[in-house]
């Protein structure tokens, strides 16, 4: 049995008093959902706030949104995994959209960090997902399995407890649009199908896959109750923390 795994990415929001009053009230929220594993993944520079309002108050676990490859010189502007384990980070994205569209990163700089990740003994939620006009095209899979492939190559399945996929369609994140839970769960089983053959199938059944892009409390339900569908990458709504509450509380049921 997989455990539901919830995470929320702040992004580039929130000022650090903010912040800190969010990870306290998400804190507080997940005191009452044994069971259910719960992330929040701050900006850079609330890691270490976030982590002192939530120190000793419940299990919810710290997250980074990016990370770089080398263990340290001189790459100005840029953060380590030693870096990150040293303020007690548990989780770290890498290949979210947003770095991949936006910033250019590309496949074989993310399976570097995702190896420097593994090595740091840290999680690796590893982000995978189309653009609008690949699925209108029908490239999703074909997409999905390239930069799973990709990301994921030299990976060692006795590794495989260290990682996290995080299925998120481009067209979803910040539109208000999202996946239907059979579009969902289509792919989420795809991409189960394919750690099958890249590692094993009693590795890729212990393997969980979120889905993210514009998850709310509304929808979270139907999203969460599919059979390969084992959590949320959730963004703005996690900034609420009455919508976030509501999604913790689906992973619960």
Same mark, same amino acid.
């Given at each position: 049995?997989?455990?539901?795994?919830?995470?929320?990415?702040?992004?580039?929001?929130?000022?650090?008093?903010?912040?800190?009053?969010?990870?306290?009230?998400?804190?507080?929220?997940?005191?009452?959902?044994?069971?259910?594993?719960?992330?929040?993944?701050?900006?850079?520079?609330?890691?270490?706030?976030?982590?002192?309002?939530?120190?000793?108050?419940?299990?919810?676990?710290?997250?980074?949104?990016?990370?770089?490859?080398?263990?340290?010189?001189?790459?100005?502007?840029?953060?380590?995994?030693?870096?990150?384990?040293?303020?007690?980070?548990?989780?770290?994205?890498?290949?979210?959209?947003?770095?991949?569209?936006?910033?250019?990163?590309?496949?074989?700089?993310?399976?570097?960090?995702?190896?420097?990740?593994?090595?740091?003994?840290?999680?690796?939620?590893?982000?995978?997902?189309?653009?609008?006009?690949?699925?209108?095209?029908?490239?999703?899979?074909?997409?999905?399995?390239?930069?799973?492939?990709?990301?994921?190559?030299?990976?060692?399945?006795?590794?495989?407890?260290?990682?996290?996929?995080?299925?998120?369609?481009?067209?979803?994140?910040?539109?208000?649009?999202?996946?239907?839970?059979?579009?969902?769960?289509? #792919?989420? &089983?795809?991409?189960?199908? @394919? *750690?099958?053959?890249?590692? $094993?199938?009693?590795? +890729?059944?212990?393997?969980?896959?979120?889905?993210?892009?514009? #998850?709310? &409390?509304?929808?979270?339900? @139907? *999203?969460?109750?599919?059979? $390969?569908?084992?959590? +949320?990458?959730?963004?703005?709504?996690?900034?609420?923390?009455?919508?976030? &509450?509501?999604?913790?509380?689906?992973?619960?049921?």
């Amino acid at each position: 049995m997989r455990t539901p795994f919830i995470a929320g990415n702040w992004k580039m929001n929130l000022t650090k008093g903010e912040a800190k009053a969010l990870a306290a009230a998400v804190a507080e929220k997940a005191k009452d959902l044994p069971g259910v594993e719960i992330g929040i993944i701050p900006a850079f520079v609330h890691i270490a706030c976030a982590a002192c309002a939530i120190k000793g108050k419940s299990s919810v676990g710290i997250g980074a949104q990016d990370v770089y490859f080398e263990k340290n010189g001189a790459f100005t502007g840029e953060v380590s995994a030693a870096m990150l384990t040293d303020l007690g980070v548990k989780y770290v994205l890498v290949g979210h959209s947003e770095r991949r569209h936006v910033i250019g990163e590309t496949d074989a700089l993310l399976n570097k960090k995702l190896h420097a990740v593994i090595a740091a003994g840290l999680t690796v939620i590893l982000c995978i997902g189309e653009k609008i006009e690949q699925r209108k095209a029908n490239q999703t899979f074909n997409v999905c399995k390239t930069q799973l492939i990709e990301g994921l190559k030299g990976l060692d399945k006795s590794k495989a407890g260290q990682l996290v996929i995080a299925y998120e369609p481009v067209w979803a994140i910040g539109t208000g649009l999202n996946a239907t839970k059979e579009q969902a769960q289509e #792919v989420h &089983a795809f991409v189960r199908d @394919e *750690l099958v053959k890249i590692f $094993d199938a009693p590795t +890729a059944a212990g393997i969980r896959i979120q889905y993210g892009g514009s #998850v709310k &409390a509304s929808n979270a339900v @139907e *999203l969460l109750s599919q059979p $390969d569908v084992d959590g +949320a990458l959730v963004g703005g709504a996690s900034l609420k923390i009455d919508e976030f &509450a509501g999604i913790l509380a689906a992973a619960k049921k």
